[in-house]
């Protein structure tokens, strides 16, 4: 009889037991991973003295454990290079407020697994505020809230993660970005067989974060336009200076190849001042030359070895 | 029309409809390692024009365009269609494991242990990962730590990894390999320690890249070996990994 029922509900039983322990041993697994999403990752937000505007980040817990998030508050500045922020220790920008100042900065709420949270942030500029941009990262360290803090690890990781706000306090709103090409560095004399290969660094000496507009172009000696290339519209930060990128590849080197160059060629970049309609073009020139090196130069090494060599043989040949 | 046709017929419409149902349509996911193409929607035309004197970017013939909701509130970028494609991104960040169990640690020998850091963003500005310590790996009594490894030649540091392979060198440190990771972790022998908040370090970059990122990932090996005097305990700290998109 108990044999019998053994036969009729085991292997059942032997299923449910390797599904319980799966089950039990993957959300253990899941329970120490933490996964945050949040959007935008970047915020640019103009701001008249006197005025109060709210904008929102919305937080998302794609993990499958609660969340525990503090938000924080830090000052950036330009890596002059990259567009990378580099996040300085303090945060000094004071008229913020987190969830309409129902709580602040570094107190800390709970996102449960698979859910969204729209946190509103609120901007409130005194009216005697001066007109300057402010760049900041608003933070969102979070952590596991069950469990891993309690277990005795060696070493309990949590994650940051940041959205920027560039904030351009103006009594207007009339860009006032003015941006300039600060050099185009690439090789005087080049081989006619290697690409002309170039970068350049543009400066924003304005007021507020403006975006590169504009274009590089390589002229021969005939003053033939050879080759054209947009450049991808980076913001670049009041007072601060960024490599230029082409658009199509986003590469920080542009690159024109062709099976033979010759000759004199001029590059230059127009760029916008700003991103304004009546926008001066801010032009900026570099000369270099194509010559073919490796046609000169493998007859000239082939004829100094061959001059070595025969002064070798005469040595070794005495008369 | 008689049988013999009718049959034809028949078999014809047959194969037709065989070769059209089976025929099949391609469809991808346009992306690599390093990009991938994002469309917001389906319209005329959208892109970016531009002349001498202007640069804009449009949407013709999209259906429900912006600004409405939560992102019309941002006046920076003024614009509707494709566009708010900049400013609804997201930018999201993932530890595959938060809890760092060394074991127990004796003298003269390593012990490691791994987690993934994946990092996803859609902003062409890329992203960077700091990575720091609140303290070194301290004893529970609160005044006896293993201290940060120098590595085999005492020549590493927070910001450059050398090779630490003697087991006979104590200390507590961390390995990166995968995508985007600073070209001084040569291999999985290269070691640097934590930036020490505690000593005011600054925090170091562990990843970073200039461009979109889909699912970048890379693996951080946590190490640590003790000297034969090191008192016996639990020994703890905390790490924090710190994303930042670009802009």
């Given at each position: ?18 599904c ?14 933490i ?23 919305r ?31 303090t ?40 007109e ?42 009339l860009?006032r ?31 507020n ?52 160059l ?22 900026l ?24 060599y ?7 040949k005495?008369? | ?22 025929y ?23 892109g ?9 970017t ?35 960040f993932?530890i ?106 600054p925090?170091?970059?562990?990843m ?10 890379s ?27 670009g802009?």
């Open positions: 009889m108990l044999n019998k029922k053994i036969k009729k509900f085991g292997p059942n039983l032997f299923l449910a037991s390797v319980f322990f799966l089950s039990v041993s993957l959300g253990n697994a899941q329970a120490s991973r996964n945050l999403s949040i959007s935008p990752p970047v915020t640019y937000l103009s701001i008249k003295p006197g005025e109060s505007k709210t904008y929102q980040i937080a998302e817990n794609l993990g499958d454990s609660t969340l525990e998030i503090t938000p924080s508050l830090l000052d950036f500045e330009a890596d002059n290079l990259t567009g990378q922020p580099v996040v300085k220790q945060g000094t920008f004071k008229y913020i407020q987190i969830n309409e100042g129902s709580s602040f900065f570094g107190e800390s709420f709970n996102l449960e697994p698979k859910q969204k949270k729209t946190i509103p942030i609120t901007i409130d500029i005194p009216r005697s505020e001066r300057e941009e402010y760049a900041m990262t608003i933070f969102f360290t979070f952590k596991n809230k069950i469990d891993e803090q309690q277990k005795e690890t060696q070493a309990k990781v949590a994650g940051t993660i940041g959205s920027n706000l560039i904030l351009i306090v103006t009594k207007n709103d860009d970005g003015n941006i300039i090409v600060k050099n185009i560095k690439s090789m005087p004399i080049i081989d006619s067989f290697m690409p002309i290969r170039f970068t350049a660094i543009a400066e924003n000496i304005g007021k974060a403006t975006p590169a507009s504009g274009s590089a172009k390589i002229y021969d000696w005939q003053n033939k336009e050879v080759a054209q290339f947009e450049v991808h519209p980076d913001m670049i930060l009041a007072d601060s200076s960024r490599q230029l990128r082409e658009n199509e590849f986003l590469s920080r080197e542009f690159r024109y190849k062709k099976p033979f010759l000759g004199i060629y001029r590059i230059t970049f127009e760029l916008n001042k700003n991103s304004s309609l009546d926008s001066e073009i801010i032009t020139n570099k000369t270099i030359v194509a010559l073919p090196l490796s046609i000169i130069i493998l007859p000239l090494s082939g004829f100094i070895l061959y001059s070595g025969r002064l070798v043989l005469i040595k070794i005495p008369r | 029309m008689n049988y013999k046709s009718k049959k034809i017929i028949g078999l014809y419409s047959a194969l037709v409809f065989i070769f059209l149902a089976s099949p349509v391609w469809a991808d996911r346009l992306e690599s390692d390093s990009y991938f193409v994002t469309f917001g929607n389906f319209n005329v035309t959208s970016e024009k531009s002349s001498a004197s202007y640069n804009v449009d949407t013709v013939g999209q259906v429900a365009n912006g600004p409405y909701g939560q992102y019309g509130s941002s006046d920076y970028f003024i614009g509707s269609g494709f566009q708010y494609i900049y400013q609804i991104d997201s930018f999201a993932t595959s494991d938060v809890s760092i169990e060394l074991g127990s640690i004796n003298p003269s020998t390593h012990n490691s242990a791994t987690h993934d850091l994946t990092i996803t963003t859609r902003g062409a500005g890329g992203y960077l990962i700091y990575a720091y310590e609140e303290h070194p790996l301290r004893h529970n009594n609160g005044s006896t730590d293993i201290p940060d490894t120098t590595c085999d030649l005492g020549t590493c540091t927070i910001s450059n990894a050398e090779v630490w392979s003697n087991t006979s060198i104590p200390g507590f440190g961390f390995n990166m390999t995968g995508d985007d990771i600073p070209i001084d972790f040569v291999d999985s022998t290269y070691f640097r320690p934590f930036a020490d908040d505690e000593s005011a370090d925090m170091q970059i562990v970073s890249s200039t461009n979109i990122a889909n699912a970048r990932t693996t951080v090996t946590y190490k640590a070996g003790v000297s034969g005097t090191q008192a016996a305990g639990d020994y703890q700290t905390n790490i924090r990994f710190v994303a930042v998109p802009y």
